[in-house]
């Protein structure tokens, strides 16, 4: 289930390096985990340009890079479409999905790529990019605790400015919102009374969430129910 | 042809129309789980699917209640999705309530109007990737005929998922899935941003986008985010007939 795999996965992140902050920790534990030779935490606004936020492993910027300044590539795919973009194989399929990236890629030591979307619905944060020295796809475990890493991850990111990592992990890990069509509604109703993007109204509404002390779910029915109300 | 043949016609007519042009997925479970309530005897259903994580997702709903939604919602906890997931047959409850199935679950369908649920799994080789639920107002179950229909409506949902693709069905059927209910999402939201800014409700901001993409020959998941990014509003989308 979600929230047992959340937890664990939380649990693993926080025993990782204390000198490491949080989301560098989750790529530690991308690499650990998953059997991957590089993971990468990629911001991004536009589709156009990325910024590493937190890497693990070997190599993993350069071939990251590669894609930005190329303008293809798995992880622009993947921020585009909002879909999980998996290559098991650069060398044997690439070619005819991404000719230019794929020949720089496997020179550089990618085989296979992983490019995990971190986003609710229309917000786009960035995505969790994975690669591996050989090829091979991941396993259905490591798809869904790699998918879990990049619903963690994009938890994080929308809570920059948060200051306990705690609040925001117990909210990944209680608060299972993502499947609630209500949240998502009460989402895009607050941006409209806020006058805001919807990543901002999201964060608003956890807010509120975690000042009144409840679950994210309840906060969002009162929303949609014309009770709570939100004031620029 | 009787009215039913017409509709199930139609329905397959449109179905494999889909797969051929360009593909909306989520046009299609919504169509699809519109077409069950009109071909046999039930009075809402949905679609839903599982995710890579194991959570089952509405992706196609005959109707965008938002109580209605969340009686497929909980069904993660327990009911006859969840039932029918685990065990990839089908599940009938033909009195809910009454048999004291799914507390929870039975006493929210029966707060919802609904005396009885059926569900009938999505299944891919050995794999159950999701299930087409079934609600009726009047206590019973459908006929065999009837089964059948459903049955075929869910297996055209399973083959439309997958597509044909060189590539591993894992990775297609992740794909597609992360589509569907990504796009699912992306509809909520632009539900909330255009029923606040034209006031109008959940179910009626729905129709209005997707009356806009069948008009416009556009993805229903495109319109969402035209709304969303404050292209589309209510001058362009028109009001609720």
Known sequence: MEVERNARLVAAIDEGRSDRPFHARLCDRAVEGLGVSGAALILMSDGETGAVAAASGAGITTIEDLQFAIGEGPCLEAYRTGVPVLEPDLQAAGASRWPMFAAAAVEAGAEAVFALPMAVGAIRCGVLYLYRNRPGMLSAEQLADGLALADIGTTILLDLHSTAVAAIVGDTVDGVWHHRAVVHQATGMASVQLECSLAEALARLRALAYSSERSMYDVAVDVVAGLVRFEP | ?241
């Open chain 2, 1 to 241: 042809m009787n009215g039913r043949e017409e509709q199930l016609s139609r329905t397959f007519v449109e179905l494999a129309d889909t797969l051929v042009r360009d593909f909306d997925v989520v046009e299609l479970l919504h169509v699809l789980a519109m077409r069950c309530v009109e071909v046999v005897d039930v009075d809402a259903a949905g679609l839903l699917l599982v995710d890579r994580r194991g959570t089952l997702r509405v992706a196609g709903s005959s109707a965008e209640r938002v109580r209605l939604l969340e009686l497929f919602e909980v069904q993660n906890e327990e009911g006859p999705c969840l039932d029918c997931f685990r065990t990839g047959e089908r599940v009938v409850e033909e009195r809910l309530g009454a048999s004291g199935r799914w507390p929870r679950f039975a006493a929210e369908a029966v707060a919802a109007g609904f005396n009885a649920v059926e569900a009938v799994p999505m299944r891919l080789r050995d794999e159950v990737i999701g299930a087409l639920n079934l609600f009726r107002v009047e206590p019973g179950r459908l006929d065999d005929t009837e089964s059948s229909i459903c049955r075929a409506l869910a297996d055209v949902a399973t083959i439309a998922l997958i597509q044909a693709r060189s590539v591993t069905e894992a990775q297609v059927l992740t794909e597609q899935l992360h589509m569907a209910l990504n796009s699912r999402v992306t509809i909520e939201q632009a539900k909330g941003v255009l029923a606040e800014r034209a006031h109008v409700g959940m179910d009626a901001a729905f129709e209005l986008m997707r009356r806009f993409a069948r008009h416009h020959n556009r993805r229903l998941a495109d319109v969402a985010q035209g709304v969303i990014a404050g292209q589309l509003g209510v001058g362009e989308l028109g009001r609720p007939t």
